[in-house]
């Protein structure tokens, strides 16, 4: 059973584009959803996270929106880089507690110089 | 910081043979997680430690794989006997009982031959 649904599950966008990734999940008892970087060879990496009770959080160029109702929240890259080329993923908490986390399949993303 | 040590990096096995897989947490992290990652599956969790102590195993596909948390400082996860499907990517990640995000080793590359 997928918990988090992740898309579009790959992405190209142009350098100073916006990228653009969302994700849905089923249970309304998570508390936080973090994203993850993954770079080749890497193990992913925390991005920016954000909880449910606020609707946007940004830091940089990455900026999260999340949306309770529709339970769905997204990322948002704006002013893609090449360097942004990666994998992400969404997470949500698995579980109540002690924050074991559900990830979605990931995107890849590719920004074109 | 060292960050979350993983070894070794690269792991080619014939079928049949015994594989071990290490994982050093992040000294004072009092979590351990072990995720595989394919193509096909995305990130699974296998397996869950809180303070040395196995909390949640449902992930472990089968009893060919074991996992064991001596000390706070080392993990093991064992693949006894090792098949080509087991071929992915091993990852190790810890976190403090306080911070909601992982940090990931930069994982095992298994391939069973």
């Known amino acids: 059973q997928q918990q988090v649904k992740q898309s579009p599950q790959s992405l190209i966008v142009q350098k100073g584009g916006i990228s653009i990734i969302n994700c849905a999940y089923e249970n309304t008892a998570f508390d936080y959803f973090p994203w993850y970087q993954q770079f080749p060879g890497k193990g992913p990496a925390l991005l920016i996270a954000i909880r449910p009770d606020v609707s946007e959080k940004k830091e940089g160029r990455f900026t999260i929106s999340f949306n309770k109702s529709a339970k769905q929240f997204s990322l948002h890259i704006m002013d893609s880089q090449p360097g942004d080329s990666a994998t992400y993923f969404c997470?949500?908490?698995?579980?109540?507690?002690?924050?074991?986390?559900?990830f979605g399949r990931g995107t890849q993303l590719t920004v074109w110089p | 910081d060292a960050g979350v040590i993983q070894s070794p990096r690269h792991e080619v096995t014939e079928m049949g043979q015994e594989v071990t897989l290490r994982c050093k947490p992040i000294?004072?992290?009092?979590?351990l997680f072990w995720y595989r990652q394919t193509m096909m599956r995305g990130l699974e969790l296998l397996i869950y430690?809180?303070?040395?102590?196995?909390?949640?195993d449902s992930g472990m596909p089968e009893d060919r794989f074991s996992a064991k948390m001596p000390n706070a400082s080392f993990s093991t996860l064992k693949i006894q006997p090792s098949e080509p499907r087991d071929s992915a990517v091993y990852f190790c990640a810890s976190r403090t009982g306080t911070v909601y995000g992982y940090t990931f080793g930069s994982g095992t590359r298994l391939t069973v031959v």
């Open positions: 430690f809180n303070n040395n102590v196995p909390i949640d």
């Open positions: 000294s004072g992290h009092n979590s």
């Open positions: 997470a949500a908490p698995r579980g109540s507690t002690l924050g074991r986390l559900y």
